[in-house]
């Protein structure tokens, strides 16, 4: 007889639950969001080794797919890297009395934002996930000039076909001396930002050369100038230096991913 709809989920839920017990037996990981010890992070659709040989060759730098996923809190590694930053870097007492815009919000980075307590904490996104998130086009904020201290827009630019029109957005809304915190997956070794081109069209193809099946572009190294154009003054702070005692398959983060603090003066 066929199993139920319902009783495949539960089966799937026990499975999950006692892989995610024994996983819990090892020490060797650490979530700093959940705080969990445990064997392993999740890999992301097959982990690197499952990356084409051609974004390989370009050093691309994005999620860390080995280390993906937390087993407990589901987290993923780029809001743990955000949120080893934002230790480090003491972000955290800046957010306090603050009036903040974030785009396509981590649910786990907002959490903590919000324990903050800013002054106001806008999250927007253009087709919202989650109660509390308003429908928001990067590329059109309703918001007046020089609102935000900070704007967080994290792995969105790849996705946005009008990407310079979204960091003129961002520049706009922002006061001066406020800071977007602006991270992209790119590849430094691609001088040139790879986008509409027309043999790439199909979503393997989007996956083999973009990296993902609804990614736009490849952003090269010249991503920094697009977002010096529009008129930040940028800081790419390395994990080295910021994170140097972190070692990236423990915290489960990429160490090739920098924090992108784009500054408006
Ligand atoms: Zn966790």
């Given at each position: ?17 006692i ?5 819990g ?5 650490h ?11 999740s890999?992301?659709?097959?982990g ?19 280390h ?13 890297h ?21 785009i ?26 989650r ?9 059109a904020?309703?918001?007046?000039d020089n609102?935000?201290?900070f704007?967080l ?9 009008d ?7 961002i ?42 099946e ?13 977002i010096l ?11 080295s ?25």
């Open positions: 007889m066929a199993m139920s709809y319902k009783a495949q989920q539960d089966n799937v839920g026990l499975i999950r639950k892989r995610r017990g024994i996983n037996l090892g020490r060797k990981c979530c700093c969001i959940c705080g969990k010890r445990f064997m392993r992070f890999t992301y659709r097959g690197w080794d499952a990356v084409s040989s051609y974004l390989k060759q370009l050093d691309w730098t994005g999620s860390d797919f080995d993906f996923w937390c087993p407990f809190c589901r987290s993923h590694d780029r809001e743990r955000l949120k080893l930053y934002f230790d480090a870097l003491n972000f955290w007492d800046k957010f306090k009395g603050a009036t903040v815009l974030h396509a919000p981590e649910k786990h980075i907002a959490l903590c934002i919000e324990s903050c307590q800013p002054k106001r904490y806008l999250k927007g996104d253009i087709v919202p996930a109660e509390g998130v308003e429908v928001m086009d990067v590329t904020i309703p918001e007046a609102t935000f201290d704007v827009c994290n792995h969105v630019l790849e996705h946005v076909p990407d310079r029109k979204a960091l003129s957005e520049f706009r809304v922002l006061k001066p001396g406020g800071v977007a915190i602006l991270q992209t997956p790119y590849a430094p070794e691609l001088r040139y930002t790879r986008e509409r081109d027309p043999s790439i069209s199909t979503e393997a193809q989007r996956l083999e050369f973009y990296g993902q609804d990614h736009i572009r490849l952003y090269g190294i010249d991503l920094l100038d697009r154009e529009s008129g930040f003054d940028l800081q790419l702070k390395k994990h230096a910021v994170l140097p005692e972190v070692d990236s398959a423990v915290a489960g983060v990429n160490s090739a991913e920098p924090l992108f603090v784009a500054r408006k003066h």
